[in-house]
């Protein structure tokens, strides 16, 4: 990842979001993105020009943005139409940000677009996150990295964070990921855990 | 046999889907596969089907056909007739949020001037106030009470818009609990699909979030109604079978809702039935 000093930055075109800028470079606030906290408190998978990424809950494409400055390509997937039409903007300045807007829920509707990826990373306000989790893994290379983002008050609001963050690791290690890394965002977001997983090299084993 | 977007492949033979930038379009926003026997497509077979020339090339036309699907389908979301009643009704809620937010600190900055007419004004209406508050007042503050009147009258003209659309595109709805306050069930739902889908226990609560998860969350009593309260039928009602009207309306609304979405057009007959046996909670008889 590109520091300088303490600041997480990514390299490309600026101005997408009025986003600050450092050097040239564009800084990744970790305050308003969760994949820029999870970098902030150490944690994470590092990005590479290499990589293809399958982005789950894109929203207004700013973190996409980001995560395109690092990698080859990044299959943006979001459902509501109103954070769409941003993102459908921001992918017109980039050529390596593919927007569809679909149900994540629902992969059978994008399969036939979505190449093999190395890393799947997810961000959705849903209440089923780890089921979705599970059903996007069929786009990961066998090696390959999930990131999700537990948003827990989307899960259950009466719920204890805390329970709910267990229960998805829990849910995660039975469906075969392998668990690397689980960490919560605070201080930057609250009731938001990362969970950073791997799909076995075989699948089964 | 799998099919991608760029085309299809059949034991080993790809044949390249040959429409133009709309056909495509078209197609791949109506794909769906079999994920248990679907395999994920590879650039390489988009390049031996001669679809292609290169990884770049494969890329820059998924994206350009990807873009192109994404606005397409933003537009769709957009074309039904309560995507703009949505917003309407949420205009209309913040502007009767900013008239409240202007009036109680244009008085305020009056009492600081006038501290004798303080109680006096209090106990008039707040429009009738402003008025008073711009006649009497020079500098900013007149011309602040005269941007809330000004505020006052669009509103007042964007709540007859609201009201007169909400009749057109939600009209069983509309008929039960009027324009205005069918319009908010459905922006608070988030569309008039979203508000069809709901069972009636949810619409007789939509409106009372907090109410809701304290109950929830606590032991507090559950709310018995949020935004339908807003409904002469409701807030009329004696509070002892406020709940009672509260249930039998939200039941209603379900069925209008529905009808609403699906059909499209007034139902007389469910409306008679549905208005009698909500009078007949009115009046405390339970059927």
Redesign the interface.
């Known amino acids: 990842m590109n520091w300088i000093g303490d600041v997480l930055v990514s390299r490309g075109e600026g101005g997408v979001y009025n986003e600050r800028m450092l050097g040239g470079a564009r800084i990744w606030e970790p305050h308003r993105s969760k994949l820029a906290a999870l970098y902030h408190v150490g944690k994470g998978v590092e990005l590479e020009p290499s990589l293809r990424v399958l982005y789950l809950g894109a929203a207004n494409g700013t973190t996409v943005s980001h995560v395109a400055d690092y990698t080859e390509v990044v299959y943006a997937v979001e459902f509501a139409p109103r954070p769409m039409q941003d993102l459908i903007e921001v992918a017109r300045r980039r050529r390596n940000i593919i927007p569809i807007m679909a149900d994540a829920t629902r992969p059978e509707t994008y399969a036939s677009l979505i190449e093999t990826v190395d890393l799947v990373y997810q961000d959705v306000a849903q209440p089923d996150q780890a089921a979705i989790a599970i059903r996007n893994g069929v786009f990961l290379k066998p090696g390959g990295y999930l990131i999700l983002m537990l948003k827990t008050r989307s899960v259950d609001v009466r719920k204890d964070p805390a329970i709910i963050f267990d229960e998805t690791i829990a849910v995660l290690k039975e469906a075969g990921f392998i668990v690397q890394e689980n960490v919560w965002l605070a201080p930057y977001h609250q009731d938001h855990a990362a969970i950073v997983c791997t799909k076995p090299a075989k699948p089964g084993a | 046999m799998q099919?991608?977007?760029f085309g299809d492949v059949e034991e080993g033979r790809c044949s390249p889907f040959t429409g133009d930038v709309n056909a495509m379009v078209s197609r791949?926003l109506s794909?769906?596969?079999?994920?248990d026997e679907?395999t994920?497509?590879?650039?390489q077979q988009a390049v031996s089907c001669g679809f292609c020339s290169d990884r770049a090339d494969y890329?820059?036309r998924?994206?350009a056909v990807?873009?192109a699907?994404?606005?397409r389908?933003?537009r769709e979301?957009?074309s039904g007739k309560d995507a703009e009643l949505l917003q309407m009704v949420r205009t209309l809620d913040e502007m009767d949020t900013v008239i409240n937010l202007l009036s109680e600190r244009a008085a305020d900055w009056y009492m600081v001037r006038h501290p004798a007419f303080s109680r006096k004004y209090r106990r008039t209406s707040a429009h009738i106030l402003i008025r008073t508050l711009r006649e009497k007042s020079r500098g900013a503050l007149g011309k602040v009470a005269g941007e809330i009147e000004q505020l006052a009258e669009t509103r007042t003209a964007l709540a007859k818009e609201v009201s007169a659309r909400a009749n057109d595109v939600m009209p069983n709805t509309s008929a039960l609990i009027g324009g205005l306050v069918a319009a908010r069930l459905m922006a608070h739902a988030g569309g008039l699909l979203p508000l069809s889908r709901l069972p009636a226990s949810a619409i007789q609560v939509l409106g009372a979030r907090t109410a809701l998860?304290a109950h929830?969350?606590t032991h507090s009593p559950s709310p018995k109604h949020g935004i339908i309260f807003q409904h002469r039928r409701v807030h009329n009602a004696p509070r002892d079978i406020r709940g009672r009207v509260a249930r039998v309306l939200a039941g209603k609304l379900a069925i209008a809702a529905r009808l609403d979405y699906f059909r499209g057009v007034a139902a007389p007959e469910f409306l008679e039935q549905a208005q009698n046996r909500i009078d007949m909670a009115g009046k405390g008889d339970e059927a």
Do not use: D, G, N
């Open positions: 099919t991608y977007w791949i794909l769906s596969v079999r994920m679907f994920l497509p590879e650039w890329l820059r998924l994206q990807c873009i699907a994404a606005e389908s933003v979301h957009y998860f929830l969350k």
